[in-house]
């Protein structure tokens, strides 16, 4: 049995809950920057809390971090209450701390007044802060927290929840502002997601193979000495045939496709592949369980 010291073990478990807040508090502080030197400056109110205040900015002056305390805190509460789980001390900080940095920068000049590097570079930033925050294991809390509140009275999938409410912020904006700026709403919001995706998976990407082949043993020995890739059978039966069909499946880096298909081929040109992306592969030979 392997035996862990205790103190060892505190020592870890408090490291990575440091390391968790300060995720947390990199990431809100670089949202809190790219809405006000990027979104705000601009009318870019690309979904979220962040979106609102940016409205009521421009229609009835309120101070945006003023409006995303008076908007964050009170979801933070109704989360908690409604959804009968605790969403953590990190979440709770992150609802703090983000309006409080976006208080501080607002005299900041903006880093440019075209709408369009607005929203592809300020959609950017604020992915990245997004992914950071949830490397932390937390999030920034707002209208996630109220998606998920309608998720759960509503029996709407939460994806079209949160798709409901930022798509509302970003009409109210066409409305309040002018159809391009909820145009350039749209484009922030499409690359945030894609940036949270990069951030979240990085830029590796890997192979998923499935090979049907009536010489599995040759090429399972193939994969497994000259690309040093495991490979795993699974079974199958054909649809037509009705017989037993062995699958191989192998998962391997982008670049090394090319010579499995070669070796595939070169044993059995019948032989049927299929290829998907692996977005994120943990374990030996890829990325390490931690």
Known sequence: MKKVKYGTTLYVGWGKTVIDYLFVL????????????????????????????????????????????????PLFIAGVVLLGRQFGIKTLAGTIFLPFVVLLTED??????????????????????????????????????????????????????VAFIDGLIVLTAAIVFDLESGMYALIALFVT??????????????????????EEELVTNAIVHELDRGVTKLSGVGGYTNENRPVLMCVLDQSEFITLRDIVQSIDRNAFITVVDATEVLGEGFTNLT
Do not use: E
């Open 26 to 73: 990199l990431g809100s502080a670089i949202i809190a920057v790219a809405f006000s030197v990027f979104l705000l400056p601009n009318n870019i109110a690309s979904g979220g809390v962040s979106g609102i205040s940016t409205i009521l900015k421009s229609t009835l002056g309120f101070k945006p971090a003023i409006v995303q305390w008076a908007f964050n805190i």
């Open 108 to 161: 900041l000049s903006p880093a440019t007044d075209n709408p369009l590097l607005a929203s592809i570079f300020g959609g950017l930033c604020i992915g990245l802060g997004l992914g950071i925050v949830f490397r932390g294991k937390a999030s920034t809390g707002g209208t996630d927290l109220a998606a998920q509140i309608v998720h759960k009275y509503s029996g709407l999938s939460l994806g079209i929840c």
């Open 193 to 214: 997601s894609k940036t949270i995706d990069l951030v979240q998976i990085g830029l590796a990407r890997s192979k998923m193979t499935l090979i049907i082949t009536s």
